[in-house]
């Protein structure tokens, strides 16, 4: 489990097919120091296990699930990404329960500049997660922990303050851009309640 609150931002500095998917190399000097092999890591939003480590990053492994869910089979080396460790039960959970099971991607549709570092970003609003998307809720974009600003038929909208923007990928964001996406997971679990009474 994760909080959403990006540690670093982390550099693919290897992407090769391997015989399950693909395997990445990423550079970190932050997260790295809590990662040993078979540890939990949130890379760009998804839950990732570590398969190997040095003192400059860690690798892990993506299967055909990983790959058709996430954005992360179009990384190549150079490519930025969100880092989280996995939380501890001494973590203070400054965002909201993310469990680092990306549901889909959706694309960036617009940036509005706001002043400062500041920006409204909004995005399409991919229908089968319409439901678990309300505003001033929780919503998970590339790992990072962001609470819903706007809500449309088509779209949603985030807030996007200047230390989020300077502290995780969000802020070199352009229209076009793909995006990994985890609603939150305690609609899904009060969806399921009500549908079995």
């Not at 040993?36 to 998804?46: E, H, L, M, P, R």
């Not at 909004?122 to 819903?148: E, N």
Request: hydrophobic residues 45%.
């Amino acid at each position: 489990m994760f909080t959403g609150i990006v540690q670093e931002i982390g550099t693919v500095r290897h992407a090769a097919p391997n015989a399950s998917g693909l395997r990445l190399e990423v550079a970190s000097s932050l997260v790295t120091q809590d990662l040993g092999i078979d540890a939990s890591v949130n890379v760009a939003g998804a839950c990732l296990t570590v398969v190997e480590r040095d003192t400059h990053g860690f690798a892990v492994d993506l299967v055909t699930e990983t790959l058709s869910r996430t954005t992360l089979g179009r990384a190549m080396r150079g490519t930025r990404v969100n880092l989280e460790s996995a939380a501890t039960p001494t973590t203070a959970l400054g965002g909201h329960f993310v469990q680092g099971h990306v549901d889909t991607t959706t694309k960036l549709l617009a940036r509005r500049d706001e002043g400062g570092g500041a920006a409204r970003l909004r995005f399409a609003l991919p229908k089968a997660l319409a439901r678990y998307i309300v505003m001033k809720g929780f919503i998970t974009i590339d790992g990072v922990s962001l609470t819903v600003a706007g809500l449309g038929k088509t779209f949603f909208e985030i807030a996007l303050i200047p230390h989020t923007a300077e502290r995780t990928t969000l802020g070199a964001l352009a229209p076009g851009d793909l995006v990994n996406v985890e609603t939150d997971v305690l609609a899904k679990y009060v969806e399921r309640l009500v549908k079995r009474t």
